[in-house]
């Protein structure tokens, strides 16, 4: 089969590679219908991601049928359409009791980092019963991609751990996949104010057309001011940082209002500072996350009964055999004005 293989820092190929087959009785094999690219694709691509050995498939986000399933595997049989979760849980350990899929410690993120991953024809999900979801008849495959990572993602690390709350007001520092998913799921609590920042007013623009109740383009360097003179000098009681970089985790302590949450989300691979200097006084607290994909299922549901449209962050559609274009398209986002590409067979 065809698949996208990570090749060392900054190299990729479409190759044959062998069909996966099951490995263990958990295991189930599913044939990719749909695929997508993720900016940690492109951390890895860098080389920022040393725990990918040279070799591997790279994705981690996918719909698709089952084709076989290990003799454990009771819930999935062969046919059924199903949702992949970015994360594998084996349901059994402490840290999966506790609902804390990510640090499963037989599992967790491990498609496309340390298995192979979903950009190929077929995939093995390992622990498929607590790594899998069933997909209701007549869903649209497309929009559940965008459930396998980002919206649990934006949901889980922004929404739930910054405590959005009825009439807050809400800051959201990144409009890229992630912090416009975070975007989407913190309405589900109707906050007064959502504002949105980015340097890309494409983006921004997009953010508006989802809901955003203002934006800011940061390249001036004075978005922290310019949110103080929004939110009548005090700042905002939730600040999501979903960009992962050193400046913006300052800037979401500049704006955090007293008493508020910085809900990190953006994965971060230089040190960044914190100003207790600043903060110490100011009753606010820092939450960081993996997403656990543990609010999945309930996702689902809101993209079944039409209150969130997540296909709404689809931009570009490519087939398979052109996934190096697909690739390039969402690397060059900010001239191709890409958010999510889906890639099918
Ligand atoms: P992305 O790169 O597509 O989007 C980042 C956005 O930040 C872009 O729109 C960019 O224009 C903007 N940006 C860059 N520098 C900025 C600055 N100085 N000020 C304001 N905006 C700036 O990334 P994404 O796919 O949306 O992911 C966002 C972050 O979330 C990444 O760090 C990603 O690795 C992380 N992530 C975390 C988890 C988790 O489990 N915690 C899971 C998935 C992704
Ligand atoms: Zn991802």
Redesign the pocket.
Known sequence: MKGLVYRGPGLKALEDVPNPRIEAPTDAIVRITSTTI???D??ILKGDVPTVQPGTVLGHEGVGIIEEVGDAVQSFKKGDHVLIS?ISACGKCDFCRRGMY?HCVNAGWVLGHTLHGTQAEFVRIPFAETSLHRIPEGMDEEALVMLS??LP?GFE?GVLNGKVSPGCTVAI?????????ALLTAQFYSPAEIIM????DN?LEVARTFGATKTVN?GDGR?ADVVKALTGGAGVDVAIE????P??FV?CQDIVAAGGTIA?????GAKADLHLEKLWAHNITIT????DTVTTPMLLKTVQSRKLDPKKLITHRFKMKDMLEAYDTFQR??ATNALKVIIQP
Request: a negative charge.
């Open positions: 993720c900016g940690s492109l951390h970015c990510s990572d980002i993602t690390c520092v990144g409009a890229g996949p992630v912090g416009l998913a920042i980015d340097l890309d983006r940061s978005a979903a960009v992962g970089i400046t913006t800037l990190n989300v953006g994965v971060h960081t996350r993996l997403v986002a900010a």
